[in-house]
């Protein structure tokens, strides 16, 4: 696997290589021309692209030339020291209390923001980095997209965007993080039991909003382990005849776990204020065949690959009850699970 990805990235050929969680398997598909395909309707079959800023287009690799490769055994993970730029504290933590000024001010309940951490690596070995990726977590969607026209992308998601099959629609509310001891769970405070809250809320109103006559099943919230970390989850079950991937991706994209509550009014203050361009981080990705059949996972714990190395994004959930600093430590535990593979 690694020398074949090594070959796609030095011909520059366009490719994905991905791993759904719990597999034990690589796909990769492959281009034989260098042309960058894009979807408008999502009538096509392939691997899917799409970043954080809402699109009419998408870009993705078709499914035309495909190939499977088996993981290695966890000994397979090799990792070296790399340096890691870490300079963004105070402007990160002006940002969180920027953000708590307006909630006082406006509508806003919630706001997911972010920054990103410089690795120099020129000697990086991307290939091995994602192989580490798969191996180091097994339960997550990891990928590695190489495009010369958008850049290279990797990551380890914990984190379904959408999945549709037969007029069936399996989505996720992830939200809150913390830490616990080996062989316990976490405890969970008021300020992540709202921000989950309000992510399953708004989810919930998104779906009957789009599509009225929807038959909706919402589970218990549930503390899943992703790496060293922990999160709330909801799973939210749909079913409606009206379902389709373009409606799908208007109703929840980008959804309150990575943008916030009320969504309009978080994306304007994330643009506004971030003072970066997240790209494909909190976007979404994943496989789709047509427009009713997708199986696609939120960009987080994610890397754009760059000639010096890496640029890592993380980010945290800001709510009322949120303390700037205690944000910050959010995301530097964040920034371990990516790095950790490096």
Known sequence: MLEALHALTNNKQPFVAFKLPNAM??????????QL??????????????????????????????????????????????????????PFVALVQQALTEF?????????????????ASDKNSAQTFQNLALLYPTA???????????????????RFANLEDNRLHTTALAGTSTANEGQEAEWTSKEMQEQQLVTDAIEVALKT?????????????????????????????????????????????TPAVGGVPKDESTIFILKNEGYDRKFYTGFLGLFEGDSN?????????????????????????????????????????????????
Not at 25 to 34: F, G, I, M, R, S
Not at 105 to 114: E, G, H, P, T, Y
């Open 141 to 159: 969607f990891v990928y590695y997209w190489h495009h010369p026209a958008t850049g290279s992308w990797m990551g380890a998601t914990p984190e």
């Open 104 to 120: 006082e001010n406006s509508d806003l309940k919630k706001v997911v923001v972010s920054r990103v951490l410089v690795v120099n």
């Open 25 to 34: 398997e690589v796909n990769l598909y492959y281009q034989k021309d260098d």
């Open 294 to 342: 997708a199986d696609f996972f939120v960009n987080l714990r994610c890397a754009e690959i760059t000639e010096k190395g890496y640029n890592v994004f993380v980010g945290a959930g800001i709510t009322s009850k949120s303390d700037p600093i205690n944000e910050w430590k959010e995301t530097q535990r964040k920034a371990k699970t990516f790095c950790q593979a490096l």
């Open 37 to 90: 395909y894009m979807t408008y309707d999502f009538s096509e079959a392939g691997f899917l692209m799409a970043p954080f800023v809402d699109t009419d287009f998408y870009s993705y690799i078709p499914s035309t030339f495909s190939h499977r490769f088996d993981l290695p055994s966890s000994d397979s993970v090799l990792c070296s020291d790399l340096t890691v730029l870490d300079e963004n504290k105070k």
């Open 210 to 254: 789009t599509f009225p006559s929807v038959q909706l099943k919402i589970s218990a919230v549930e503390s899943i382990r992703a790496g060293a970390l922990w999160h709330l989850k909801t799973d939210v079950l749909a079913k409606s005849s009206d379902l389709s991937i373009a409606k799908v991706v208007k109703a929840l994209h980008p």
